[in-house]
């Protein structure tokens, strides 16, 4: 148990067009959905917190306006990365927490965007 | 603000040899997780400890939680190919975020 989807796996994309990245909780419930970026040979750095039903908190220096995050019900939540710029190419991962779980973070497999 | 610190960012290491990372908090964690992530994949959790003190261990994996829970360590012994990849510690400071660690990455030469 605990698989956590996240579609597309890889994108490319235009400079100022907008990209939607999905995560799903495919066989559990997730009351809080993270949203991570990493850049190539680097750790991963935390953008977001997101609860559902509620607006997502953000981490400093995430432009919030930028990525756009919804998480519409316990088992999905998206990023949307608008008038994306190359300097927006990254690997997005997010993960879920299970609901009434231990804290246990389980990651989806990433999206690997490339902003031309 | 709240750091985790990890190193060597690189270890080489023959075949059978053994392996170990080492994390370090800032301030007290409320419990440490570890990922193992393969190139181009994701990060796969592999453990989480919470008490003071706490070893833990998965086959040749040996996982320790100091006793100010500040500080981790991964210990593989006997190193496999399979063993390639990077190790992230990620630590929860109690509000159930993870920071993660710069990651240390494993190579094995055959």
């Known amino acids: 148990g605990a698989v956590v989807s996240q579609h597309p796996s890889r994108v490319i994309c235009k400079s100022g067009t907008s990209v939607k990245i999905e995560c799903r909780s495919l066989?559990?419930?997730?009351?809080?959905m993270f949203w991570y970026r990493q850049f190539p040979k680097q750790s991963l750095m935390l953008m977001a917190t997101?609860?559902?039903?509620?607006?997502?908190?953000?981490e400093q220096g995430v432009e919030k306006d930028k990525f756009l995050i919804n998480h519409a019900s316990l088992t999905l939540s998206t990023l949307t990365v608008t008038s994306a710029h190359p300097e927006d190419s990254s690997f997005y991962i997010c993960?879920?927490?299970?609901?009434?779980?231990?804290?246990?973070?389980?990651f989806g497999p990433g999206t690997r965007l490339l902003v031309l | 603000g709240q750091q985790v610190m990890q190193i060597p960012q690189y270890q080489h290491v023959q075949e059978g040899e053994d392996f170990t990372t080492y994390c370090n908090s800032s301030t007290t964690l409320s419990n440490i997780q570890w990922y193992k992530q393969r190139p181009g994949g994701h990060p796969v959790f592999l453990i989480q400890l919470v008490k003071s003190g706490e070893v833990k261990k998965q086959k040749r994996l040996t996982f320790q939680f100091g006793e100010a829970k500040k500080n981790s360590s991964l210990h593989i012994t006997a190193t496999q190919t399979t063993d390639v990849g990077t190790y992230f510690c990620?630590?929860?400071?109690?509000?159930?975020?993870?920071?993660f660690g710069t990651g240390t990455r494993l190579t094995i030469i055959p």
């Open positions: 990620a630590g929860d400071f109690g509000n159930e975020k993870l920071t």
């Open positions: 993960s879920a927490s299970r609901a009434g779980g231990p804290e246990t973070q389980y």
């Open positions: 066989d559990f419930q997730a009351t809080t």
């Open positions: 997101s609860n559902e039903g509620s607006k997502a908190t953000y």
